[in-house]
Antibody, heavy 114, light 113 residues
Framework: QVQLKESGPGLVQPSQTLSLTCTVS????????VSWVRQPPGKGLEWMGV???????AYNSLLKSRLSISRDISKSQVFLKMNSLQTEDTATYYC????????WGQGVMVTVSS | DIVMTQTPSSQAVSAGEKVTMSCKSS????????????LAWYQQKPGQSPKLLIS???TRESGVPDRFIGSGSGTDFTLTISSVQAEDLAVYYC?????????FGGGTKLELK
């Protein structure tokens, strides 16, 4: 059974770095790529980036300078790191395995506030 | 980057009504090699993660009711709900996966009239 679960701090101070972990089960990270998608409160979905099965990455153009996605295959974990957080980065952050299939985590709410 | 524009942003509907919503891309999503449109439709209900309804512009996912119909090609796409049910009240997003960065439209919210 494919599952993804996000974890990380619920509150981050402005200018600090956000670190989130996506723990997957039911598949290998060498077989399916994993994306990060975020959603500010009451707003739409924003694709952030993807780590492909081979380990390479692709990022949202607007976030590219602040964002890094990596993984630990042995732990079945994908990591998101984004620096220089601002209040506009307050959102629910999802990890997802898309195409083939459609598997999403439940999301983790991150608030950027002092 | 490919820009996805959805209209309308919201729509008030009655149960049983036919509903159409539009999604336009800033460049063609039709890949000439395989004649496939790299366009997906998602449904998101409050407090839930998005759910894939349609991929390749018109292929319904397993378990998705046949009242959901995706159509279009190139840069213009439509999601039609042939007879809206109460459980269809949600926000619908289109997404292009023709090229990275993948991008979502702003969404169309279906509300009760």
């Amino acid at each position: 059974q494919v599952q993804l679960k996000e974890s990380g701090p619920g509150l981050v101070q402005p200018s600090q770095t956000l670190s989130l972990t996506c723990t997957v089960s039911g598949f290998s990270l060498t077989s399916y790529h994993v994306s990060w998608v975020r959603q500010p409160p009451g707003k739409g979905l924003e694709w952030m980036g993807v780590i492909w099965t081979g380990g390479s990455t692709a990022y949202n153009s607007l976030l590219k300078s602040r964002l890094s996605i990596s993984r630990d295959i042995s732990k079945s974990q994908v990591f998101l790191k984004m620096n220089s957080l601002q209040t506009e980065d307050t959102a629910t952050y999802y990890c997802a395995s898309l195409r083939p299939g459609d598997y999403w985590g439940q999301g983790v709410m991150v608030t950027v506030s002092s | 980057d490919i820009v996805m524009t959805q209209t309308p942003s919201s729509q008030a509907v009655s149960a049983g009504e036919k509903v159409t919503m539009s999604c336009k891309s800033s460049q063609s999503l039709l890949y000439s090699e395989n004649k496939k449109n790299y366009l997906a439709w998602y449904q998101q209900k409050p407090g839930q993660s998005p759910k894939l309804l349609i991929s390749w512009a018109s292929t319904r996912e397993s378990g998705v009711p046949d009242r959901f119909i995706g159509s279009g090609s190139g840069t213009d796409f439509t999601l039609t709900i042939s007879s809206v049910q109460a459980e269809d009240l949600a926000v619908y997003y289109c997404e292009q996966y023709y090229d990275t960065p993948w991008t979502f439209g702003g969404g169309t919210k279906l509300e009760l009239k």
